[in-house]
């Protein structure tokens, strides 16, 4: 079953920020929301990931609501290189230093995110 | 930067023929996983190793799918015989035992079965 649900798709125009919204209403309070992307041919990488704060590195921010059900991937200036699936993932904290079954990450279909010149 | 290295890049091969996937992860992570993507899905995992163990082959079907990681190092995914419907990206993903924030992708290798 989904734990995450986002819409198939969405764009923006290069320069601006793109706001890719995230539904985890079932998510609990020991687990954390992860986001990767996809670029079109590659494998998918790692941007960021939170618990209950939001969190900024230098690729994306992430805003996670108070009641943490829902969650924002920002990414400030987009480029054309930003075009990609986009995955949000709920991930136990527990399983983050275990590598046993169960550790694995799930993933949906995510949101494909198309910059536009 | 390091990266996890995978061979080939693209293989067509006839159905009920051998095929065979190779992986490099990045060095120093002792957790290789190795994914499946059919077109317009997620990856989903097939065969997670901790070295050369494996720890999650639930999703792998063991009929005609193995994997092994030998040496704790590189791995190889093998399928005999291949389906029509194993056509998909196989993707390797690596990380560190110590924190699993980041899991680290391989370019993948995009199997037609014809």
């Known amino acids: 079953d989904a734990k995450t649900t986002q819409p198939t798709s969405m764009d923006c125009a290069e320069g601006r920020a793109a706001n890719l919204p995230c539904n985890h209403s079932?998510?609990?309070?020991?687990?954390?929301v992860y986001w990767y992307r996809q670029i079109h041919s590659q494998g998918p990488q790692y941007i960021i990931h939170?618990?209950?704060n939001n969190e900024t590195n230098e690729m994306a921010s992430l805003i996670i609501t108070e009641d943490r059900k829902s969650s924002t991937l920002i990414l400030p200036h987009a480029t054309l290189r930003d075009t990609a699936v986009y995955y949000c993932?709920?991930?136990?904290?527990?399983?983050?230093?275990?590598?046993?079954?169960?550790?694995?990450?799930?993933f949906g279909k995510g949101i494909t995110l198309s910059v536009r010149p | 930067e390091a990266e996890v290295a995978q061979s080939p890049r693209y293989k067509i091969t006839e159905k009920s023929q051998a095929v065979a996937f190779w992986c490099d992860p990045i060095?120093?992570?002792?957790?290789l996983y190795w994914y499946r993507q059919i077109l317009g899905q997620g990856p989903e995992l097939l065969v997670q190793?901790?070295?050369?163990?494996?720890?999650?082959d639930s999703q792998l079907p063991k009929d005609r799918f193995s994997a092994e990681r030998l040496k704790g190092v590189d791995s190889t995914l093998k399928i005999q015989p291949a389906e029509l419907g194993d056509s998909a990206m196989y993707l390797c993903?690596?990380?560190?035992?110590?924190?699993?924030?980041?899991?680290?992708f391989g370019p993948g290798t995009r199997l037609t079965v014809t």
């Open positions: 079932t998510i609990s309070g020991n687990e954390y």
């Open positions: 993932i709920v991930y136990p904290k527990a399983y983050v230093f275990y590598t046993g079954a169960n550790s694995k990450l799930t």
């Open positions: 190793f901790q070295d050369e163990s494996v720890v999650d």
């Open positions: 060095s120093g992570h002792a957790t």
């Open positions: 939170g618990l209950k």
């Open positions: 993903a690596s990380s560190l035992v110590a924190s699993l924030h980041e899991q680290y």
